[in-house]
């Protein structure tokens, strides 16, 4: 069992930067690998980014691979989601997830824990 709470969500002007953060809780956090999803308004929910656990691989949907960057801290119990140059499509609620698979996919269903989301908005 591990519990999930994200932050750091909010309003960022397009081109700046934001960084979510993911505390977990619970069970060793190095267990889990984890990703990033995100549901923007009348859109389905879309992977967004995954780490491995170990960090020894990354993962991101094409749109915003070479602008979000994910990374661990073990000893902090944390995933982020570092954003750069976030546009306005990006907006959405952020969740962070948790699979006890080695590696992380792509699909929401391959996730057993979920953290209840945080809102990033992003203005033109």
């Known amino acids: 069992q591990v519990q999930l709470v994200e932050s750091g969500g909010g309003l960022v002007q397009a081109g700046g930067s934001l960084r979510l953060s993911c505390a977990a809780s619970?069970?060793?956090?190095?267990?889990?690998?984890m990703g990033w999803f995100r549901k923007a308004p009348g859109k389905e929910r879309e992977f967004v980014s995954s780490i491995s656990r170990g960090g020894l691989s990354t993962n991101y949907a094409t749109s915003v691979k070479g602008r979000f960057t994910i990374s661990a801290d073990n000893a902090k119990n944390t995933v982020y989601l570092q954003m750069h140059s976030p546009k306005p499509e990006d907006t959405a609620v952020y969740y962070c997830a948790a699979t006890t698979a080695t590696f992380a996919g792509i699909r929401f269903n391959e996730y057993n824990y979920w953290g209840q989301g945080t809102q990033v908005t992003v203005s033109s």
């Open positions: 619970g069970r060793t956090f190095s267990y889990f690998a």
